[in-house]
């Protein structure tokens, strides 16, 4: 008995000295955002601010000849000139103000955080902090001045940090010419070009990162305009700030499309969320982007892709939600999806690439079964 408690003791001191010890604490989510700060140099606009905020661009230029520095911080360390620059867009020549500023120094890589981004977020998700802040690149990018993004990549930006949604610049360029621009400062090899620029844009697909978004592949995300979680769809440029894009959703949608078709993304590869939910053509379909639907099946989209997943449905009531029975071999075809909605346009398409009519669903109907819409019918019961 002696014996075997001395077993016990020195069992007990072995695992307290050699095992592994206490884990290490998780990293907070929510860094205080009190203390989560960058360095300040005042609490309030510092002359050269002031001068941007005004739009008064001789008096930047003046005030950066007479040495005022153009990376001095305020208002908790979060706005800085490029950042006025770049996000008040208050000046009539921003491509000007940023081409001053990055002359006189203006570090490209300096970070901030949105207003009232810091802290928790309404859904639970990442929020930005002075690590994962945004930098000039993210925000010049995404609002689509081609001029400051070549101009940031001259001074040394780096196009492969991310922010606290865990996207970069890359993930940010809706406009081809930006895209090719910033993978070609992140990947100078020409011959491998297209094939890392798209395993970068798809880098988190299927992760279990927080924000669902990532679950998504490159082509679903652009249809949805979800590239990060940073930024709303922007409001219409003014003509004199020399951005590219209006507000046309399906410009910008078109645009990062047709770049992720080029260097070889998957037009069939589904939305992973929910498993056999959303195909890329379904998405388009039902975000009424018949352009957007052209491109996927001109480039290989399968037009009779089956997918299970809910959707809002005017005409055939007893398909609005998943139905337990539908799988990936017998759910709906986007065909089915279009006549079930009276969408002319839509059904037109894809029968011009030979969607087939008589395929049949998990309980026996057709295309033809899901309308009631004359012209609809018409068009599914007329042809081959």
């Known amino acids: 008995m002696g014996m075997m408690k001395i077993i016990v003791v020195i069992s007990v001191v072995t695992l307290i000295a050699c095992g592994p010890?206490?884990?290490p604490p998780l990293p907070?989510?929510?860094?205080?955002?009190?203390?989560?700060?960058?360095?300040?140099?005042?609490?309030?606009?510092?002359?050269?601010?002031?001068?941007?905020?005004r739009g008064n661009l001789d008096e930047v230029r003046r005030l950066l000849e007479q040495g005022a520095n153009p990376n001095a911080r305020w208002s908790g360390g979060d706005r800085f000139p490029l950042q006025e620059i770049l996000e008040s867009r208050?000046?009539?020549?921003p491509v000007e103000a940023a081409r001053l500023l990055l002359k006189h120094g203006a570090d490209p890589n300096a970070k901030w955080c949105p207003f009232e981004s810091r802290g928790p977020s309404y859904d639970g998700g990442p929020s930005c902090t002075t690590a994962t802040a945004l930098t000039p690149l993210m925000f010049a990018t995404f609002w689509g001045s081609r001029d400051i993004?070549?101009?940031?990549?001259?001074?040394?930006?780096?196009?492969?940090?991310?922010?606290?949604?865990?996207a970069s610049a890359l993930d940010y360029a809706y406009d081809e010419v930006m895209f090719e621009m910033i993978s070609r400062a992140q990947f100078p090899d020409l011959s491998t070009r297209d094939q890392k620029a798209?395993?970068?844009?798809?880098?988190?697909?299927?992760?279990p990162y927080d924000n669902s978004l990532w679950r998504e592949t490159p082509i679903t995300r652009a249809l949805t305009q979800r590239e990060g979680v940073v930024?709303?769809?922007?409001?219409?440029?003014?003509?004199?700030s020399g951005l590219l894009f209006g507000t046309e959703r399906e410009s910008r949608v078109l645009s990062r499309l047709s770049t992720l078709l080029r260097i070889g993304a998957d037009p069939n590869r589904r939305l992973s969320l929910g498993g056999a939910d959303s195909t890329p053509?379904?998405?388009?379909?039902?975000?009424?982007?018949?352009?957007?639907?052209?491109?996927?099946?001109?480039?290989?989209?399968?037009?009779?892709?089956?997918?299970c997943a809910r959707f809002e449905n005017r005409?055939?009531?007893?398909?609005?939600?998943?139905?337990?029975?539908?799988?990936?071999?017998?759910?709906?075809t986007s065909l089915m999806w279009a006549a079930s909605e009276g969408k002319t346009e839509a059904v037109t398409l894809l029968l011009e690439f030979k969607a087939d009519r008589t395929l049949k669903d998990w309980a026996g109907r057709t295309a033809l079964d899901y309308t009631t819409a004359p012209e609809v019918r018409k068009l599914l019961s007329s042809g081959p």
């Open 21 to 23: 010890g206490p884990l």
């Open 281 to 307: 053509l379904s998405l388009a379909l039902r975000a009424n982007q018949l352009r957007a639907a052209r491109a996927l099946l001109v480039n290989g989209a399968d037009v009779n892709q089956r997918w």
């Open 198 to 207: 798209l395993e970068w844009v798809s880098r988190n697909e299927g992760s």
């Open 315 to 332: 005409n055939y009531k007893s398909v609005t939600t998943r139905d337990a029975a539908c799988s990936l071999s017998n759910g709906l």
């Open 149 to 166: 993004v070549q101009m940031l990549l001259d001074a040394g930006a780096d196009p492969s940090v991310r922010d606290w949604g865990e």
């Open 28 to 53: 907070e989510r929510y860094p205080d955002p009190r203390q989560d700060r960058f360095p300040s140099d005042s609490d309030d606009p510092l002359p050269l601010d002031v001068a941007i905020l």
């Open 90 to 93: 208050g000046l009539n020549d």
């Open 231 to 240: 930024f709303p769809a922007p409001p219409p440029p003014s003509p004199q």
